[in-house]
């Protein structure tokens, strides 16, 4: 099956602080979706990105499928964006990158 | 409020125990998933169901049942399970399996096995 590598797998930021998730793929896609799961465990849908770049506020990410790996950028990060970001590959789900935001 | 929700929220059962999960979307999808997340590994993606069909299933064990009577309802029967079981299990519901899909979560249930 289809291998999903995410990195780092922790990264610690200082509040403001601008950051970069990097995900690995081993197939080409047809989906691909980034998340970010709350320390509640409640997954919410960031992007569905199975190729070029999209933009949600202060979050954005781009696929570039022809090199498969996926970038999801978090700038002026807050308390808030703490948490696990995971990138999905046609549902299938890597590691994840625990985000410490720290006031 | 994702449109998915779940039942119960936490369980606590023996070994000897059988209980179910029940998960229902109200989004009009037509496609509905359970994931299991376990401490300190990757969500793993358990069945698909596919406008109440199983298209997929990722060598569970047959301790789990999953049913799916329609297409907004989903549930995940549990019988004779295992201390290593415990873990959040999580439903997931899309428009459909065929790419292009976004995945919308329930909020999972935390399920202890003593």
């Known amino acids: 099956g289809i291998q999903v590598e995410q990195s780092p797998p922790d990264l610690i930021l200082q509040e403001g602080a601008n950051s970069t998730l990097r995900c690995n793929f081993s197939?080409?896609?047809?989906?691909l979706q980034w998340f970010h799961q709350n320390p509640w465990g409640q997954l919410i849908n960031l992007f569905y990105?199975?190729?070029g770049t999209k933009q949600n506020g202060r979050l954005s990410a781009t696929t570039v499928a022809t090199e498969r790996y996926s970038l999801l950028y978090i700038s002026s990060s807050q308390t808030t964006d703490s948490g696990v970001y995971f990138c999905?590959?046609?549902?299938?789900f890597g590691a994840g990158t625990r985000l410490t935001v720290k006031p | 409020e994702t449109g998915v929700t779940q039942t119960p929220r936490h369980l606590v059962m023996g070994m000897t125990n059988k209980k179910s999960l029940k998960c229902e979307q109200h989004?009009?999808?037509?496609?509905m998933y359970w994931y299991k997340q376990s401490a300190k590994k990757p969500l793993e993606l358990m069945f698909v169901?596919?406008?109440?069909?199983?298209?997929e299933n990722n060598s569970v064990p047959s301790r789990f049942s999953p049913e799916c009577p329609n297409s907004s309802h989903l549930f995940l029967h549990l019988h004779t399970l295992q201390p290593e079981d415990s873990a959040l299990y999580l439903c997931?519901?899309?428009?459909?399996?065929?790419?292009?899909?976004?995945?919308?979560f329930g909020p999972g249930t935390r399920l202890l096995v003593l």
């Open positions: 997931a519901s899309s428009s459909g399996v065929g790419g292009g899909e976004t995945q919308y």
């Open positions: 197939d080409s896609v047809n989906n």
């Open positions: 990105i199975p190729s």
């Open positions: 999905a590959v046609e549902m299938r």
């Open positions: 989004l009009g999808h037509n496609a």
């Open positions: 169901y596919s406008l109440e069909e199983r298209v």
